[in-house]
Every structure is written in structure tokens, then in C-alpha cells.
T-cell receptor
Framework: EAQVTQNPRYLITVTGKKLTVTCSQNMNHEYMSWYRQDPGLGLRQIYYSMNVEVTDKGDVPEGYKVSRKEKRNFPLILESPSPNQTSLYFC????????????FGNGTRLTVT | AQSVTQLDSHVSVSEGTPVLLRCNYSSSYSPSLFWYVQHPNKGLQLLLKYTSAATLVKGINGFEAEFKKSETSFHLTKPSAHMSDAAEYFCAVSEKGYSTLTFGKGTMLLVSP
């Protein structure tokens, strides 16, 4: 089954404790992206990657890192999480081209206390 | 720069009545436009997309949207609402290379019996 898999689904952590949210897709998509969703703000892009070893900042990259060492994986790293990073995070992937729809994972709900 | 405005944060309808969710966009180029639906505790699912072909686009579950360049609009409609349509709906635009989507803030559709 074609899918984007995120782990974990739920995560509670404390301020300053490094964490990684994993994302993997099995559709051989070149493009991958991370979004955060907050009430009343919709989805905002954090980082995206056009291909292996090619990443770029989205609209809200502060406090996040990403890497793209393999085509299928695109982990999101929070080196020193803070409470304002409490949010619902989505990973997505697609084929290249502006008409290609994004395929989304089921989300990771992160709480930073 | 691209942007999307969803004109209503909440829309309430009765089951069996028409649905209209409004979306206006801003784009410097010929855009691709998308509607996604998000059910509770789920990821986003593509409803339909416009990519410069027919201006009236049909999607899944009986939804359709019409691209109106003169009005910079891409409103989502359905002739008859069903209880299972209750969800949050997001309009998105892409004009850049690859699939960088900019999302609106979402419209929550409430369907009453």
C-alpha cells in the first residue's frame, strides 16, 4: 500500500530534550516536506526537500532541522524543543511538479512541557 | 508570493442541503489549486485539484470546484451534504517549482441531521 509513515503518533517531552520524528514514504517520491498545524493558523511549511541531499527552509524553520540522506526518509529533528513547538506535525511527499498532489502521513502530535 | 484565503472558518449545513466552502487565492503565475479534507485524528486527503485543464473540477465523494481566474476563486461545492462530510477542509495553492503548497487556515464543516 502506498503510504507516508510517521513515527511516533504521539510524543510528550520536556524542554531541551532532543527528539526526532521519523518519516518514510514507499512511493519513490522525490519531493518531501514537513508541516506543522496549529488551530486557526492552518498548515505552515517547516522544511522541504526536492531530492536526496537537497533541503530548503519553508515558512517556519526556526528550531528545526532536517536531513535527506535517502530518498524514502526525511526525519524532522528538534535539537532543543520548546513549548511553542507543541503542535501537530505532518510529513508529506509527492512527485515533482506543481500539479502533483501531496500525500500526507497521519501526523505526530507533539507536546513540549 | 502565493497565498490562500478561506473566507469562512466555520460553515454549518443540514444534511441533504448544498455545501459551499469559499477560497480565494493570490498568485503571480498560473497556479495549481487543491482542496484537501481532514477528518478528526487523520492526515489530509486530497479531494480534487486544478492544474490548468478544465475549469470545473470533479473530485471524490461528490465534491467539485470551479476555477474562476477573473475572481481569483476556487470555491468547493457539493449538491447534498452527508453526515460523513463533517470535517475540516483546506484550500491550497502551488505556483513554484515542485510541490510547495501554501495552505489556507481551514474551514470546519458542521453537518446537522
Amino acid at each position: 500500500e502506498a503510504q507516508v509513515t510517521q513515527n511516533p503518533r504521539y510524543l510528550i517531552t520536556v524542554t531541551g530534550k532532543k527528539l526526532t520524528v521519523t518519516c518514510s514514504q514507499n512511493m519513490n517520491h522525490e519531493y518531501m516536506s514537513w508541516y506543522r498545524q496549529d488551530p486557526g493558523l492552518g498548515l505552515r511549511q517547516i522544511y522541504y526537500s526536492m531530492n536526496v541531499e537537497v533541503t530548503d527552509k519553508g515558512d517556519v524553520p526556526e528550531g528545526y532541522k532536517v536531513s535527506r540522506k535517502e530518498k524514502r526518509n526525511f526525519p524532522l529533528i528538534l535539537e532543543s524543543p520548546s513549548p511553542n513547538q507543541t503542535s501537530l506535525y505532518f510529513c508529506a511527499s509527492s512527485l515533482p511538479g506543481r500539479g502533483s498532489p501531496l500525500h500526507f502521513g497521519n501526523g505526530t502530535r507533539l507536546t513540549v512541557t | 508570493a502565493q497565498s490562500v484565503t478561506q473566507l469562512d472558518s466555520h460553515v454549518s449545513v443540514s444534511e441533504g442541503t448544498p455545501v459551499l466552502l469559499r477560497c480565494n487565492y493570490s498568485s503571480s503565475y498560473s497556479p495549481s489549486l487543491f482542496w484537501y479534507v481532514q477528518h478528526p485524528n487523520k492526515g489530509l486527503q486530497l479531494l480534487l485539484k486544478y492544474t490548468s485543464a478544465a475549469t470545473l473540477v470533479k473530485g471524490i465523494n461528490g465534491f467539485e470546484a470551479e476555477f474562476k481566474k477573473s475572481e481569483t476563486s476556487f470555491h468547493l461545492t457539493k449538491p447534498s451534504a452527508h453526515m460523513s462530510d463533517a470535517a475540516e477542509y483546506f484550500c491550497a495553492v502551488s505556483e513554484k517549482g515542485y510541490s510547495t503548497l501554501t495552505f489556507g487556515k481551514g474551514t470546519m464543516l458542521l453537518v446537522s441531521p
